[in-house]
């Protein structure tokens, strides 16, 4: 049974960081590309920043600059570093590992 569970979500000014993390259980989780991805209110979801299992790195340019994807496969967890966070980065935000189909329930990021 796979698992993804996210944390570190909350409420911060613009201008400020908040830096998100994954859990994942259930699967081998260094074979895998994992991904944020994020919905705002009445919008699709769109991806925000992948990394893939050998290390490599891509976000979306709304993000390039400011935020930062790494992982941690000893401890099964994908982190996302978010800086100079702007209003418009006000949403849910999830991990995903999409080739399996695999989602968490999401974290809510809001940014006054």
């Known amino acids: 049974h796979v698992q993804l569970v996210e944390s570190g979500g909350g409420s911060v000014q613009a201008g400020g960081s908040l830096r998100l993390s994954c859990v994942a259980s259930?699967?081998?989780?260094?074979?895998?590309?994992m991904g944020w991805f994020r919905q705002a209110p009445g919008k699709g979801r769109e991806g925000v920043a992948a990394?893939?299992?050998?290390?490599?790195?891509g976000y979306a340019d709304s993000v390039n600059g400011r935020f930062t994807i790494s992982r941690d496969n000893a401890k099964n967890t994908l982190y996302l570093q978010m800086n100079s966070l702007k209003p418009e980065d006000t949403a849910v935000y999830y991990c995903?590992?999409?080739?399996?189909?695999?989602w968490g329930q999401g974290t809510q990021v809001t940014v006054s």
């Open positions: 990394i893939d299992s050998d290390g490599s790195t």
């Open positions: 259930g699967i081998t989780y260094s074979r895998y590309c």
């Open positions: 995903a590992a999409r080739s399996i189909g695999a």
